[in-house]
């Protein structure tokens, strides 16, 4: 099973170098094998998984934080399995076609064989740790495929709003599963859910609660975080296909689902998915109205879908969460045709608005069969599986506690609006006539309409035989929430109420479809209203944090040296003058300075001279020497007290300090006096006031007694532990070796940093 | 800055020196000295020959650009780092080998381990010094 999570990446790792040969061969079909071999794997454990068995894979990986890769395949993970490797092997197939000859197609591939290893990861890791990690690689190469257009600004940037959102839920991700983590006392999936009553009696439970729902929210793009998803329609149609239908936005349901166990019976945890379910879809569903990009419309009915998935969880009975498991293979089906069938009529006309299109029947008739086909399954006209959704969704509302009527009220209205992009989508773009625009118009590839088509045959075929599919329908319901006796899946359920309503949706939603036109009126009357969205919000949130670091930056970061130092410098004399001058209380007696001997007078004495000197000066180099003398005169007060290697080191050093200074300044221009006095006097009276707040604490560090521990101990173990007799040496190379290896990279680093530097600048004026 | 008797001078001051910086570099396990200050002393020598007879004379001598002393160096002192653990032993424990050798004394990973800092200290200098001279 680890094979499976982790081939994803090492087929994007190897298109790194075979890239170019499966471009120039045109042989990218053959990468569908990929996800082909995924899902027969997957489907040759059916068996098991119909049986209730649950495929466990130890496999440690950082016991010491209990951080293992473990991964176990139940009911659950094998739905949303069978989906990413499912749906991804026709994405796989459509995208050889649809980017053909594209110039970065391997590195999409790269990309989307990346994407969906992680979303597998994800639904097949056993450690909240791990699960996690998968859970922003997804977020990481949606990123990536969001913005696969990246010569576009607006691609660019709706993936990097995309990135931000799922991002930020993966902090709140993090944060609910290290709770959990600390309720429970481990971080494996299995453990916890066996136990629930850990989590829930834990005093972090309502927090852990409303973690988990905001990071399943942002993922699932429920509102107000919603925006991300419609603005991920930049991406290449396939990545819209499968993030949407399928993957990306259906993590935050699996974790959901997976979860629901542990939070079942809490108040908390069922208002907040009703309540945000409930606005997502109503406000996603009545939006749907005002778009008249085909992609457009598949977003916001993405988000009502995703909506009343969510709606369906939080409502939290047997039926509501059967209905769930219906729904999402439903979604998936005809959201990904949709997708599709969207995708093909852009890359053969060039245009995806509603009020261009028309008449496409006579150029691609089987396209427009299978568009019709899918509206139907999207619609839950029977006798496909989306009839028998719709049923238990109406089911679910029609027969929960509270409310019936307003929760039935909501699933009706919402449908309906479903029902209506269904069609929008899936037909209209076919029917009526044939603008002369549309004239020259082909018939798509066969790799690209073949997709489509299997989908909704499949949503066809299973709503007549729903028997095919029940059982792994309701082997996560059983396992996961340990309902007894399933509903059986039928197309039937008698005349009933649950039938008037249904009858009830398609009416409306026909009469809807036929009598609302999609026009650029509807879409002005919208963007009216963007003022208030969150995305405006979010826009205006980000301007004024740009703002405001623009200003801070400016106002330290001006450019001159002399200013950065005199801030870092004032900075510390106002920290460390604070408690200086308030602990500070020096007893002159004990310093000894009778004690000094003549030539530390002398040094003292050369040393100030070279410093005022300095100061003075007029000439560059001139102060560049008396500079070095200042640092040759500390190497000889090393020297005085006892620390040989120091004092050579600071020789050394200094004796290269003043080439490097002597070489720099050799190029620069006459020396100038650019700084005010005024200004030359501030600076001096900080440096004063500086050194004599380092003096007085070196003074106050001599007056507590010396700790000799430390020295003490690598003075006695230098030779017996290390063999050798110079304890600096023995410190630096053996003691703390470490420290050396990570000093002398950072060394080369800063000495390449150097070399580029220098380097590319000349390069770049040589070139003009 | 190329003066005759900086020339004279230098031809013989740049193998006394780089002598000089070899012994500071093997020494330091017992004296003052270490791989530290022997690629400083080093780097200096090489400086010195480049005030004396010019950097592209320098250059052409070392026949290869310094830079490249800087992965050599840090792939000696990272394999002395790691040694340890084709015998079972945590990372950077000491080892050593048994007996002297004659002038060097005895030979383990921490001298190794100098030798790498010595030459990604000599590296290091001498790239950013040749590479700012050789700036306009």
């Known amino acids: 099973m680890l094979i499976v999570v982790l081939i994803g990446f090492l087929l994007s790792a190897l298109l790194l170098f075979t890239g170019n040969f499966f471009k120039e061969k045109k042989l990218s079909t053959l990468l569908t094998i990929l996800p082909l071999g995924i899902l027969i794997y997957l489907l040759s454990f059916g068996q098991k998984i119909a049986q209730g068995e649950v495929i466990y894979l130890h496999y440690e990986w950082i016991p010491a934080f209990d951080v293992s890769l473990n991964f176990r395949l139940d009911g659950l993970s094998f739905l949303f399995g069978l989906l990413i490797s499912g749906i991804g092997t026709l994405v796989f197939f459509y995208t050889s076609s649809y980017l053909k000859g594209h110039h970065f197609l391997d590195r999409f591939y790269s990309y989307l064989s990346m994407f969906m290893a992680a979303m597998l990861g994800l639904v097949l890791s056993d450690n909240l740790i791990t699960m996690f990690i998968f859970w922003e690689l997804t977020s990481i190469t949606s990123f990536f495929l969001i913005g696969f257009n990246n010569e576009s600004q607006s691609s660019r940037k709706s993936a990097l709003v995309a990135l931000g959102i799922t991002g930020l839920g993966g902090f709140f991700l993090l944060a609910g599963a290290v709770l959990i983590g600390e309720s429970a006392g481990t971080y494996s999936i299995s453990q916890i859910l066996s136990d629930p009553e850990a989590v829930r009696s834990g005093s972090y439970f309502s927090l852990i609660c409303i973690f988990m729902t905001l990071a399943a929210f942002t993922k699932s793009a429920q509102f107000p975080f919603h925006f991300w998803l419609p603005g991920a329609m930049q991406a290449p149609t396939p990545v819209s296909t499968y993030l949407h239908s399928a993957t990306m936005v259906k993590a935050g349901v699996y974790l959901l689902f997976r979860f629901s166990p542990v939070f079942e019976g809490s108040h908390l945890w069922h208002e907040l998915l009703l309540i945000f379910g409930a606005v997502t879809m109503i406000y996603s569903a009545y939006h749907i109205i005002f778009r008249i990009d085909l992609k457009s419309i598949l977003a916001y009915s993405t988000i009502a879908a995703l909506g009343i998935l969510v709606f369906l969880i939080g409502i939290g009975t047997k039926m509501a969460i059967t209905a769930a498991a219906v729904f999402i293979v439903v979604h998936a089906l005809y959201k990904a045709s949709l997708f599709l069938i969207a995708g093909i009529i852009d890359h053969e006309t060039g245009t995806r608005d509603i009020t261009r299109l028309s008449g496409l029947r006579h150029k691609m008739m089987p396209i427009f069969i299978t568009g019709v086909i899918a509206a139907a399954i999207s619609g839950g006209i029977p006798p496909t599986l989306g009839f028998i959704g719709k049923e238990l969704i109406y089911e679910s509302t029609y027969h929960f506690t509270e409310s019936v009527v307003f929760l039935t009220f909501l699933a009706i209205f919402t449908k309906i609006l479903l029902f209506y992009a269904g069609f929008v989508v899936g037909m209209k773009p076919f029917t009526g006539k044939l603008p002369a625009a549309l004239s020259e118009v082909h018939k798509p590839d066969i790799k690209m309409s073949l997709p489509p088509a299997i989908m909704v045959i499949l949503g066809l075929v299973l709503g007549i035989f729903p028997g095919f599919i029940e059982d792994f329908i309701s082997a996560p319901i059983t396992q996961t929430f340990g309902f007894t006796d399933v509903e059986h899946l039928k197309i039937w359920h008698g005349f009933s109420e649950i039938l008037v309503f249904s009858m009830v949706t398609i009416l409306i939603g026909t009469i809807m479809y036929l009598t609302l036109k999609p026009n650029y009126k509807l879409k002005g009357f919208i963007s009216k209203l963007e003022v208030i969205s969150p995305l405006q919000l979010m826009n205006d949130l980000n301007q004024g944090f740009e703002k405001i670091s623009g200003w801070w930056t400016n106002l330290f970061q001006n450019g001159y040296l002399r200013h950065y130092v005199a801030t870092c410098v004032l900075f510390m004399v106002i920290s460390i003058g604070y408690v200086v001058v308030f602990n500070f209380n020096l007893d002159l007696a004990d310093q000894a300075f009778h004690q000094l001997t003549f030539h530390e007078v002398a040094i003292i004495v050369i040393m100030l001279g070279a410093v005022i000197f300095t100061v003075v000066t007029r000439s560059r180099l001139a102060a560049v020497v008396a500079m070095g003398i200042v640092g040759f005169s500390f190497s000889l007060i090393f020297l005085f007290y006892g620390a040989p290697d120091l004092a050579m080191t600071q020789f050394s050093v200094d004796t290269l300090t003043v080439i490097l200074f002597v070489l720099v300044l050799y190029k620069l221009p006459k020396y100038l006096k650019l700084t005010k006095n005024v200004l030359r006097l501030e600076h001096g009276i900080l440096s004063l006031t500086f050194g004599t707040l380092v003096s007085m604490i070196i003074l106050m560090v001599l007056q507590q007694p010396v700790q000799k521990e430390v020295s003490e101990y690598y003075g006695d173990n230098a030779y017996l532990l290390a063999k050798g007799k110079n304890v600096v040496n023995v410190i630096l190379v053996d003691f703390r070796g470490i420290d050396t290896l990570i000093e002398v990279s950072v060394l080369t680093v800063a000495s390449l940093g150097v070399f580029g530097l220098i380097k590319l600048r000349i390069r770049s004026r040589d070139k003009k | ?136």
Do not use: C
């Open chain 2, 1 to 136: 800055m190329q003066t005759t008797i900086l020339k004279a001078a230098s031809n013989f001051l740049l193998p006394v020196l780089l002598l000089f910086s070899i012994f500071i570099l093997l020494r330091g396990h017992y004296l003052p000295g270490g791989g530290f200050i022997g690629g400083l002393i080093a780097s200096s020598a090489f400086v010195l020959d480049a005030f004396a007879n010019g950097l592209v004379y320098t250059k052409s001598m070392l026949r290869f650009h310094p830079g490249f002393l800087m992965p050599l160096g840090l792939t000696f002192s990272f394999l002395a780092a790691i040694s340890p653990f084709f015998v079972g032993k945590p990372l950077m424990h000491a080892l050593w080998m048994k007996g002297h050798i004659p002038v060097i004394g005895k030979l383990g990973t921490p001298l190794i381990f100098d030798i790498g800092v010595y030459l990604v200290v000599i590296g290091a200098a001498l790239t950013i010094i040749f590479t700012i001279s050789e700036s306009r």
